[in-house]
């Protein structure tokens, strides 16, 4: 699994600027959002400056 991964960046923003936290918000993935932001995964509005 990825999120065990440390050279994985899922806090990384995609081309139309979400993160896989706002990915999975979008698409109604609420079980998977808390799974991301357990293990540290920001949102693309938290991380902004």
């Known amino acids: 699994m990825l999120l065990g991964q440390q050279e994985t960046n899922l806090s990384a923003v995609n ?4 993160t ?3 990915t999975a918000e979008k698409t109604g993935n609420q079980d998977i959002k808390t799974i991301l932001l357990e ?4 949102s693309a509005k938290s991380i902004k400056p």
Not at 39 to 42: E, F, I, M, S
Request: charged share 25%; proline share 0%.
């Open 15 to 18: 081309r139309s600027g979400e």
């Open 20 to 22: 896989a936290v706002d």
């Open 39 to 42: 293990h540290g995964v920001q």
